[in-house]
């Protein structure tokens, strides 16, 4: 057993074992009429002062050290016989030692309890117990398993700067009053399944070494979360007032969440401070800082704002409203892969551009990549597998991320974001063209030689790629067969009538000669450059050219401007403000 605080307490303590060397001993508040705490009491006096207590009784046992027997025998004499739950009135247990498994499962409190600074050096159970008064746990210590499910608190209950070294669960608990957990530290997980805060105006900050859960959780009034944790689970929570969630370096699910009013989820940038006003320690929590939101499927985007997360994994199939979430400050997403790869006997590069997880997961089982165990990480040249990996019924196909790009396009672009809104869209163009349900064939072919051309409007070095071939192009056909032998001279003609009078003149050209002999000289070369720039601007040369040359200069001034254009498209695509 661990000594107890060095600090003397200010009840009158146990005499147990005081000596010159150590004048304190044991720091149990004396048992009323004795100079010794219940676990030094003689067996006599011992059970002649559990004989006289009675269910419902105020009950002072600070400092006192408890065995699971001690225990078990002070809880039996308080026991009510008709409802066999031990009933206690104002309880104090102030820095109180519970070795052995510390029970109090469906115990029922008619006044405050207070258990600031207790030690439980094993299991402990709160399970079902009732607090009809103040509960406080404050700076207390458990060591092994605690459980506080479907524990129900009608007054004010603080776990401030306690310490849970096994795993907790509050599941099915329920706080009336306002709670607070102010610097508690989780060393494994704690669980709030379908607990109920009906009052918790802040909660937090806690730093939690494993996963807080709050699946199916109800937070009744208007609250400020503020955890520092590996996972973050808030499936199916119910959120009937406003919240703001701060979290540090954990992964948050909110899948199926119920949000009846605004609630933001931000990567808070830097320690949270405890109450006393010193940053809480996060060495249990190794790796990166970023806040990742893993699903947001089923949930009312409408009144979700997502500010500084990293949304590479983040599952959006099946929310509503998606086109009013509100993204702010850092938004991560997955790129695709990078460096080149090899599709049938090409070789191919991918555009660099943000994706969903969803499209992530589909060219991965598409291209049938293998699976990769949880927590790996991923490897930039691949795409990311999904959790149901390789099944193509649990994958998302492209008509259903098509959706998912566009309602996030139209996010961006109410934001006055269109630049961050150029990758949804072309991720849209890209779920269409792969679509072969929703997307006729027509439309898909025209998407292809969209995406070919100019990357859907978006890749300016692309159209002007094909804007310099178009060029050259021309240039060489004009020079090989567009540009004539010689330019065609002007003739006069006419008749001189004899006796004088009006003299007529027919002026007329020479036909048009096909080149023959070198037809790639600087001369022609200045001529077919001329012919095509001023295709680029939709104008006519002026240059004599064969039939031949007439049609390219048609086709170049129908292509050529087309191209310039979506280069110019792209440009603006990404500096529009």
């Not at 370096?249 to 006003?277: K, M, N, Q, Y």
């Not at 071939?469 to 010689?486: N, Q, R």
Request: proline share 6%; net charge neutral.
């Amino acid at each position: 057993m661990s000594t107890p605080s060095p600090s003397a307490p200010s009840w009158p303590h146990c005499a147990h074992g005081a000596h010159p060397a150590d004048p304190v001993g044991c720091h149990g508040i004396q048992v009323p009429g004795h100079t010794a705490c219940l676990a030094h009491l003689t067996d006599t006096d011992r059970d002649t002062y559990l004989s006289g207590l009675t269910p419902g009784a105020d009950i002072d046992h600070r400092g006192t050290p408890f065995t699971e027997d001690l225990l078990n025998h002070f809880l039996d004499a308080v026991r009510d016989p008709v409802s066999r739950r031990p009933h206690l009135g104002a309880a104090w247990f102030v820095e109180a030692q519970f070795s052995g498994d510390a029970w109090f499962g469906g115990a029922q409190f008619s006044g405050n309890a207070n258990f600031g600074k207790a030690r439980f050096f094993d299991d402990a159970g709160f399970a079902g117990a009732q607090f009809s008064g103040a509960a406080n746990f404050g700076e207390a210590q458990f060591s092994g398993i605690t459980g506080f499910g479907e524990a129900q608190f009608s007054g004010f209950a603080t776990f401030r700067e306690a310490r849970f070294s096994g795993i907790t669960w509050f599941d099915r608990a329920r706080f009336s009053s306002d709670v607070r957990f102010g610097g508690a530290r989780f060393s494994g997980d704690v669980w709030f399944d379908e607990a109920q805060f009906l009052a918790a105006s802040w909660w937090g900050p806690v730093v939690c070494g494993g996963t807080v859960g709050l699946s199916g959780a109800v937070f009744g009034a208007p609250v400020t979360l503020e955890v520092a944790a590996r996972q973050v689970r808030c499936t199916r929570t119910r959120w009937q007032s406003t919240a703001t969630v701060r979290v540090r370096r954990a992964s948050v699910d909110l899948g199926h969440a119920v949000l009846e009013a605004p609630v933001a989820v931000i990567a808070h940038p830097t320690l949270f401070i405890s109450p006393r006003r010193t940053p809480l320690d996060e060495s249990p929590l190794a790796g990166s800082g970023e806040v990742r939101v893993m699903s947001v499927q089923g949930v009312d985007a409408a009144h979700l704002v997502l500010t500084d997360t990293d949304l590479s994994d983040c599952l959006f199939s099946g929310a509503f409203h998606l086109d009013q979430l509100r993204l702010e400050g850092r938004t991560t997403l997955s790129s695709t892969p990078t460096g080149w790869h090899r599709k049938g006997i090409f070789p191919v590069r991918w555009t660099r551009r943000r994706t969903l997880a969803e499209e992530q997961h589909w060219r991965a089982q598409t291209v049938g990549q293998p699976s990769v165990f949880t927590g790996t990480p991923p490897e930039p040249r691949r795409w990311r597998t999904g959790p149901h990996h390789p099944d193509p019924a649990r994958t998302p196909d492209p008509d259903d991320i098509a959706p998912l790009y566009r309602q996030l396009r139209k996010a961006f672009e109410d934001g006055k974001n269109e630049p961050g809104a150029a990758d949804f869209y072309y991720g849209e163009c890209e779920m269409r063209r792969h679509d072969r349900t929703g997307t006729p064939k027509a439309e898909r072919r025209l998407l292809w030689a969209y995406w070919l051309l100019s990357g859907y409007g978006l890749r300016a070095g692309r159209a002007l790629g094909w804007l310099a071939a178009a060029m050259l192009a021309t240039i060489v056909l004009l020079m090989a067969s567009g540009l004539p032998m010689s330019s065609p001279k002007q003739e006069a003609t006419g008749t001189v009538p004899a006796g004088g009078g009006t003299v007529t003149f027919i002026i007329d050209k020479q036909d048009v000669k096909n080149p023959t002999g070198d037809r790639f000289t600087s001369k022609r070369f200045d001529k077919a450059l001329n012919v095509t720039l001023n295709s680029v601007v939709f104008r006519s040369s002026g240059q004599d050219l064969t039939t031949t040359g007439t049609y390219i200069e048609m086709t170049s001034r129908l292509l050529e401007p087309a191209l310039l254009a979506l280069a110019v498209l792209a440009i603006r695509g990404r500096i529009k403000r």
